[in-house]
């Protein structure tokens, strides 16, 4: 994947991400049209497809609502670097199938506007603007499993069409 | 080697020996919890799955707290989902509006939410069952689905971090001050993807009621869950109301932990949290002169019993400023019958109290309650992020409930000890 590089501070939490006052409804197309607002509110309005975002640590704490990566996904985003992530959000994009990438050393030297392409299965990802390329941690073989998978739903498809349960 | 308690609990949920930090492991949940905003989400993948039924019906929780009574017609479409899949599902444990309660206020209170379970929630204040000595966890709504297929979920066992809690409470601190001043100190991430362990004389000497304000805000430093070990204070409140037999599980004497961290609460004054984090701690002595346009006590992690008192206590024979508006919030129906038996509830509408039926609603800018812009509120809740409460311009400012009602007698941002 590559795209362009929307670049965020740190502690993103997920009432920025799609904040409450939209949860009176579960549709993706209409979550990703306020996605980030809190954040930036011209961002749903200028991300376009395949675009990647790019933060500092902890991004998407708070709040466990997965409207937040899917959200982020439903808007076209193809990957979220973070320098870390919060834990439920981490789980919730493993699980939806959003791709994420913790790499403290890419999170930091990523700028806005920096065209990035990411090989998610060695973890590499290659800033094309200034050839710089970084290394991002591993996921362990149970979680891209998972991911192989096309997300938890299918995973549990999976294991009980298996008798694996 | 020992296993601290997050180690043992999921040790025994996964069927094994031992488990270390770093692993993951399949283990068997005991409650599977969810609200009007997530379970909707969760029902509609659980459909995917293709199984008919729900593992255990008698252990799933569902509780439309977030944007209920209705706020709004797609509100009522979401609870329109819930309730639907209740009936057909025969959920045993579904709060209608009327029995229900703010989720992590009723589900203790109903003998739900016991010592050395596993409850995973879709609903990131799940870890609030740490004060009962269960590993609660908050997840999203993807796990919540499989959890009710299967009856377990992932986990990575998480390492733990010890906080010991030495000296005395001074006055009007609580569990919610030692909750924000623990995490005015590591920080937001200061605990992230960790189990926490609070321990020592305060935590010992805790209200029950305190305690589960302090581990409903581990969240809030990234944790997976905060634990406190079970004491008599913990088996004299849950015991009476166990709805499932459990076995309390405590951490071995050679545990180990990652950090251990101290704290002299002799040292620890009323704590403020200032917009936009909760990790911008002060003491309420130097919160400076910060005008307020409302007041909110409540929520999952202030609008219990002992919460109600002391705002009672601080309220009584006074008025709200009359510049500002003041919410009260009671958790659930019990705590709003005890309240008004107790003439709480009387005293609050003498001081120009606003006194609503159970529910989250303005903690995470839902309804009933919502700042404009530039407007400051000082609310019980647990989270300060930009536009949380309302307007992305307005500004939330967290206390406990003693300087929440103080607060709303002034004005402005103030110390028990100045109203009394």
Same mark, same amino acid.
């Given at each position: 994947?590559k795209?362009?590089?929307? /670049?965020?501070?740190?502690?993103i939490d997920t009432?920025a991400i799609?904040?409450?006052?939209?949860?009176?409804?579960?549709?993706?197309?209409?979550l990703?049209k306020h996605?980030? $607002?809190?954040?930036d509110a011209?961002?749903?309005?200028?991300v376009k497809?395949?675009?990647?975002?790019?933060?500092?640590?902890n991004?998407?704490?708070?709040?466990s609502r997965?409207?937040?990566p899917?959200?982020? /996904?439903?808007?076209g985003?193809?990957?979220?670097?973070?320098h870390s992530?919060?834990?439920i959000?981490?789980?919730n994009?493993i699980?939806?199938? *959003?791709?994420? *990438?913790?790499?403290? $050393?890419?999170?930091?030297k990523i700028?806005?506007?920096? $065209?990035?392409?990411v090989?998610?299965e060695?973890?590499?990802i290659?800033?094309?603007?200034t050839g $710089?390329?970084?290394?991002s941690?591993p996921?362990?073989?149970f979680?891209?499993?998972i991911?192989d998978?096309?997300?938890?739903i299918?995973y549990?498809?999976?294991?009980i069409?298996s008798?694996?349960v | 080697?020992?296993m601290?308690i997050?180690e043992?609990?999921?040790? @025994?949920?996964?069927?094994?020996?031992?488990?270390r930090?770093?692993e993951l492991?399949?283990?068997k949940?005991?409650l599977v919890?969810?609200n009007?905003?997530?379970?909707p989400v969760?029902?509609k993948?659980?459909r995917?799955?293709?199984?008919?039924?729900v593992f255990d019906?008698?252990?799933i929780a569902l509780?439309?707290?977030?944007? +209920?009574p209705?706020?709004?017609? !797609?509100?009522?479409?979401q609870?329109?989902?819930?309730?639907?899949?209740?009936?057909? !599902?025969d959920?045993t444990?579904?709060f209608?509006?009327?029995?229900?309660?703010? &989720?992590h206020?009723?589900?203790?209170e109903?003998?739900?939410t016991l010592p050395? &379970?596993?409850?995973i929630g879709?609903d990131?204040?799940? =870890?609030t069952?740490?004060a009962v000595?269960a590993?609660?966890?908050? #997840?999203g709504s993807?796990?919540?689905a499989a959890?009710?297929?299967?009856?377990e979920?992932?986990?990575k066992?998480?390492p733990?971090?010890?906080?010991i809690?030495?000296?005395k409470?001074g006055?009007w601190v609580?569990g919610?001050?030692?909750?924000l001043?623990?995490i005015?100190?590591?920080?937001?991430d200061?605990?992230l993807?960790r189990s926490?362990e609070?321990?020592?004389? #305060?935590?010992t000497a805790?209200?029950?009621d305190?305690?589960?304000?302090?581990?409903n805000m581990?969240i809030e430093?990234?944790? @997976? =869950?905060g634990?406190?070990?079970p004491d008599?204070?913990?088996?004299?409140?849950? +015991?009476?109301?166990? @709805?499932?037999?459990?076995?309390?599980?405590?951490?071995? &004497?050679?545990?180990?932990y990652e @950090?251990?961290y101290t704290f002299? =609460?002799?040292?620890?004054?009323? !704590?403020v949290?200032?917009?936009?984090?909760?990790e911008?701690?002060?003491g309420v002595?130097?919160?400076?002169?910060?005008i307020?346009?409302?007041?909110v006590?409540?929520s999952? +992690?202030n609008?219990?019993m002992?919460?109600l008192?002391?705002a009672? &206590?601080i309220?009584?024979?006074k008025?709200a400023?009359?510049?500002?508006?003041?919410?009260?919030?009671p958790?659930?129906q019990?705590i709003?019958r005890q309240a008004?038996?107790?003439g709480?509830?009387?005293i609050?509408?003498d001081?120009?109290?606003v006194v609503?039926?159970p529910?989250c609603?303005? =903690?995470?800018?839902?309804?009933m309650g919502i700042?404009?812009?530039?407007?400051k509120?000082l609310?019980?809740t647990?989270?300060?992020f930009?536009?949380r409460m309302?307007?992305v311009?307005?500004e939330?400012?967290?206390?406990?409930p003693? #300087?929440?009602a103080?607060?709303?007698? +002034?004005?402005?941002i103030?110390?028990p000890w100045e109203v009394?």
């Amino acid at each position: 994947m590559k795209g362009k590089a929307w /670049k965020f501070g740190a502690d993103i939490d997920t009432d920025a991400i799609i904040p409450a006052r939209y949860l009176n409804t579960s549709d993706p197309a209409e979550l990703a049209k306020h996605v980030m $607002e809190d954040a930036d509110a011209s961002f749903p309005s200028k991300v376009k497809k395949g675009e990647i975002i790019v933060a500092l640590k902890n991004f998407g704490c708070g709040s466990s609502r997965e409207h937040a990566p899917i959200a982020i /996904k439903e808007a076209g985003i193809s990957c979220v670097i973070a320098h870390s992530f919060a834990r439920i959000f981490y789980r919730n994009s493993i699980n939806i199938g *959003l791709p994420i *990438l913790e790499s403290p $050393e890419a999170a930091e030297k990523i700028k806005e506007g920096d $065209e990035v392409s990411v090989d998610l299965e060695s973890g590499t990802i290659s800033n094309l603007t200034t050839g $710089e390329t970084y290394k991002s941690a591993p996921f362990p073989p149970f979680m891209r499993e998972i991911m192989d998978k096309g997300g938890l739903i299918a995973y549990v498809q999976w294991r009980i069409s298996s008798d694996n349960v | 080697m020992g296993m601290t308690i997050a180690e043992k609990i999921l040790a @025994k949920h996964a069927g094994r020996d031992n488990v270390r930090p770093g692993e993951l492991v399949n283990a068997k949940v005991d409650l599977v919890l969810g609200n009007d905003i997530t379970a909707p989400v969760a029902i509609k993948e659980f459909r995917k799955i293709g199984v008919e039924k729900v593992f255990d019906k008698d252990r799933i929780a569902l509780v439309p707290d977030h944007f +209920t009574p209705n706020k709004d017609i !797609q509100s009522a479409e979401q609870s329109k989902i819930l309730r639907e899949f209740a009936r057909e !599902q025969d959920i045993t444990y579904y709060f209608e509006v009327g029995r229900m309660g703010i &989720e992590h206020a009723l589900l203790p209170e109903e003998g739900l939410t016991l010592p050395g &379970e596993i409850i995973i929630g879709a609903d990131s204040h799940t =870890c609030t069952y740490g004060a009962v000595g269960a590993l609660g966890t908050g #997840v999203g709504s993807t796990d919540m689905a499989a959890a009710m297929a299967l009856g377990e979920a992932w986990f990575k066992v998480p390492p733990t971090l010890k906080f010991i809690f030495d000296g005395k409470l001074g006055p009007w601190v609580s569990g919610k001050d030692l909750i924000l001043y623990l995490i005015g100190k590591i920080g937001v991430d200061g605990a992230l993807y960790r189990s926490m362990e609070f321990v020592g004389p #305060v935590i010992t000497a805790l209200s029950m009621d305190s305690r589960l304000a302090m581990s409903n805000m581990a969240i809030e430093a990234g944790a @997976k =869950c905060g634990i406190i070990a079970p004491d008599e204070t913990t088996l004299a409140y849950v +015991t009476p109301r166990a @709805k499932r037999a459990f076995e309390p599980v405590y951490a071995d &004497e050679d545990a180990e932990y990652e @950090k251990v961290y101290t704290f002299d =609460c002799n040292e620890i004054e009323p !704590q403020v949290a200032f917009p936009h984090l909760p990790e911008n701690t002060r003491g309420v002595s130097d919160a400076g002169e910060v005008i307020l346009d409302q007041v909110v006590i409540g929520s999952c +992690t202030n609008g219990r019993m002992e919460d109600l008192r002391i705002a009672a &206590e601080i309220l009584k024979g006074k008025k709200a400023h009359k510049n500002l508006r003041l919410l009260i919030i009671p958790g659930t129906q019990n705590i709003y019958r005890q309240a008004m038996h107790e003439g709480l509830i009387d005293i609050f509408l003498d001081a120009e109290a606003v006194v609503s039926t159970p529910t989250c609603g303005p =903690c995470l800018g839902g309804h009933m309650g919502i700042l404009a812009k530039g407007e400051k509120a000082l609310a019980t809740t647990n989270r300060n992020f930009v536009g949380r409460m309302g307007h992305v311009g307005s500004e939330v400012y967290l206390s406990n409930p003693a #300087v929440a009602a103080a607060s709303a007698v +002034t004005g402005k941002i103030s110390a028990p000890w100045e109203v009394l």
